[in-house]
């Protein structure tokens, strides 16, 4: 019996194997998804909105104001698309090489760095498949997988059964944590936590290259040595071994140095993969759409032709330096998720948001229309944490249009 | 969960017997274990001077009401649905290897324990389960592997 799977866009595990009771586009009961994904499937709401300075409009209305203030801008910048399918991503970066944009998404203060590394072959990859049939040895460093990619373990990095791994998670896997606090993933993995004080990480990655070649581990804040030499002898007995890499490492280190050089040395003495923890479902997606056309994973600005590359043209830099003079948001919430001292600048220039929500954005924007919920009400493909591209139909209909269709519609009225 | 003693405290301790139990501290017993519910134990139903203390132990005892004769709790406020314990289950594992054995949605949904319903994991056919039955052993495979204790046995 075939059975009618959808894929949840809940995360960037991009689950594919969710069950879904429907009835007059509305969804009853989901199986299998964590209740992340449930929430994120029930959503749905019924009719557009289009807004113009607060007052709803047709979409006409929307689309011309909207394409207005791209056309008058010297400088607009684009922005979010993590929760946008590929193919609205890839008319996104074509737009903005039509209106000579910079281009942004949160990757640029997020895992960014980590995605363009592997990208430029860095680190040793692997599928999440892989891990679900080989790994034995699994770290998530600075990453909770239990509370941001709830099925994580279940899925794929602990507890199922793969055709190299069919004794179970008990005999044959450890699954590791190592950070700042027990979060629940720590819980699971029970003695195999290793906690570190809030920026510990680059000194505990010295340590654990030390305790890899035998050499006495050393740290300033006195971390046992001994439990150390511990992990690096599990580590180094480690058959198929992936290091998940979370924002808390990320956000610790200075640059990704220590991680290559760990990773490197890992690779030494036995066999270790990397692969990114991406939260928006399709963030990796954005990064390497726009790597394929530029060679950068984001903060890029289009001009004459040609493509600039810098940290002055993210976000948060761009808007701290008044740089651009409009902005096209799209799935994401800039006012609430950056500093209130970057963010009150995008209140000085025209904002238009695409959103299936109302955020802060949306409410202080120049132009406002809620879009489909990508992956429930429409569908496309998107690039799962680990990138293998998963295609998505949309679980139920709905009036409002696709983020896509809104792109397309403002294209053509350019 | 309280212990037989605090209910204990709540009963008539009368020792009537009409609950058909030959103390007070019996049927205290026999209600942490399941085997009686409150409503057996006459005066405390029927006395209005036991109201409060009625009421009382029916609140204790009403989770249980979706437990299941293993004593299966499952506290659906905690529970997120990560399917930790669908997937560790070893009933769940030998009945459905290719579907929740192998961290996917089941292919057998009928044969197994636990499920995802709508975000919660449900438990069905309870019967099967490793605590349960002739030759029970104190499985907790889908204790330990829940990261924010949603499963409990009474
Ligand atoms: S883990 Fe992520 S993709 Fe999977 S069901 Fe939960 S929210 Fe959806
Ligand atoms: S019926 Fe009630 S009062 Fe009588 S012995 Fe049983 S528990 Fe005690
Ligand atoms: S106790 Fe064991 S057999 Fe029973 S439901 Fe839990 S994991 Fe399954
Ligand atoms: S392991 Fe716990 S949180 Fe996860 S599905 Fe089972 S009961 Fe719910």
New binding site residues.
Partial sequence: MEKNYYVCTGCGMLCDDIEVESEKNIVNKVHTACRVGVAHMKEGRESAVFRVDDKPVDEATAISEAAAILKNAKNPLIFGLGTSTNETQKLAIELARKTSATLDDTSSFCLGRVVEALLQNKFKVCTLDDVRNKADVTIFWGADPSDSHPRHLSKHSYFPRGTEKQRGWEEERTAIAIDVRKSHTAKICGNYFFQIPPGGDAEFIDALIAGLSGKLPKTSYNFPPKRILELANILKGAKFGVVFVGLGLVYSLENLEPLIRLMDALNEKANFHLIPMVGHYNMRGFNENLFEETGHVNSVKFEDGTVKHGPEYSIVESLKAKTVDAALIIGSDPLSSLPRSVAKNLLEIPVISLDPCETLTSRRAKVYINTAISGVESGGSATRMDGVKVNFKPVVETTRLSDEAVLKKIMEAL | MTNAMELYQMLPKTNCKKCGKTSCMAFAVALMARELTPEDCPPLKEEPKYKESYEKISGLFKPSEGATETGLI?HED?????????VACPVNVANDPYGVGSGNAPKNAGKLI?T?EDG??KAQNVGECRRFGKNKILCNG?IV????E??EFV
Wanted: with cysteine; aromatic share 4%.
């Fill in positions: 499952v905690l529970c997120f649905g990560c399917g930790n314990c669908v636990l995802i919660i994991v889908c592997t829940c990261p924010v949603a499963i």
